[in-house]
């Protein structure tokens, strides 16, 4: 027997200027054996896919209007045995990333200097070199400005609730090495 969706609009989190990560977790191990979750986002929620993914979640995402976004995050019993651990986590594409040329520590800072400090190590890096920055928590809109840039990142929350991210240098080489 199918079990409905959990429904969780994250909208009004977000439009207040709230980190709806933790509440999105929350819900996530709320659910039954075989549940769904559907999620209402202003934004696609891209991060989200990796680490729910991780967890044996396949996401289903459209656009609802507005620039909101419905996603439901089905359960694959298979992807779930077989997860590996978010810090063990290696790139989509297979390929080893050098070490991080240096690795800042934000998670004191207050909005939104967290992210200007990141972008700023991160643009003083050459094509391909990684920087990894320790955030208070899940930098989602720090990723979709990655991605506008070319760069590519990867990263997992840490036990303390704050999130390292490593990010690599895009460049001439569309951010490929």
């Not at 651990?85 to 297979?94: H, I, M, R, S, V």
């Not at 208070?136 to 991210?165: K, N, T």
Request: charged share 25%; with cysteine.
């Amino acid at each position: 027997m199918t079990q409905p969706h959990r429904d969780l609009d994250v909208r009004p989190i977000l439009k207040a200027g709230g980190e709806p990560f933790s509440v999105i977790m929350e819900a996530v191990a709320a659910l039954a054996p075989g549940q769904s979750l559907r999620l209402l986002a202003s934004f696609k929620p891209l991060p989200l896919f990796q680490v729910l993914g991780a967890r044996g979640f396949q996401p289903a995402a459209r656009e609802i209007g507005g620039g909101d976004w419905e996603v439901i995050f089905t359960p694959i019993a298979a992807a779930a045995e077989a997860a590996p651990a978010p810090a063990a986590a290696k790139p989509a594409t297979g390929d080893d990333w050098p070490e991080p040329v240096a690795e800042d520590d934000c998670r004191e800072l207050d909005p939104p200097e967290p992210m200007v400090r990141t972008l700023e190590a991160v643009e003083r890096l050459a094509p391909g070199q990684t920087v990894a920055a320790l955030l208070p928590r899940e930098p989602v809109f720090l990723f979709e400005e990655l991605e506008a840039r070319g760069h590519r990142w990867r990263g997992a929350p840490l036990e303390d609730g704050g999130y390292r991210v490593v990010i690599r240098a895009g460049g001439g080489q569309g951010g490929a090495s």
